[in-house]
């Protein structure tokens, strides 16, 4: 297990979301210091760029960063 790579500047693991959840220690521990490949956020970051991720986009939502990617393939 290892770190996200992206965790000093991420909007997420740093409390800088808006409507945080209570549980978000608990994700940022299964996902930020765990099993970061599996996260939204990293997963769009990847492909995209940090500058893409939207700012209210959550670890778990695998189905809305699959869609942005899906949108992204079709627009190129
Ligand atoms: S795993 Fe996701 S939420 Fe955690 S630091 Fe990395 S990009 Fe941010």
Do not use: I
Not at 22 to 32: G, H, L, N, Q, R
Not at 42 to 50: K, P
């Amino acid at each position: 297990m290892k770190d996200c790579e992206l965790l000093t500047k991420c909007l997420y693991f740093n409390d800088k979301l808006k409507n945080m959840p209570t549980a978000s220690e608990m994700v940022k521990k299964m996902y930020c210091r765990w099993h970061y490949e599996e996260c939204a956020r990293y997963r769009v970051a990847m492909v995209l760029g940090t500058e893409y991720v939207p700012p209210d986009l959550f670890p778990p939502e695998a189905e809305r960063a699959d869609k942005l990617l899906v949108q992204f393939c079709h627009t190129r």
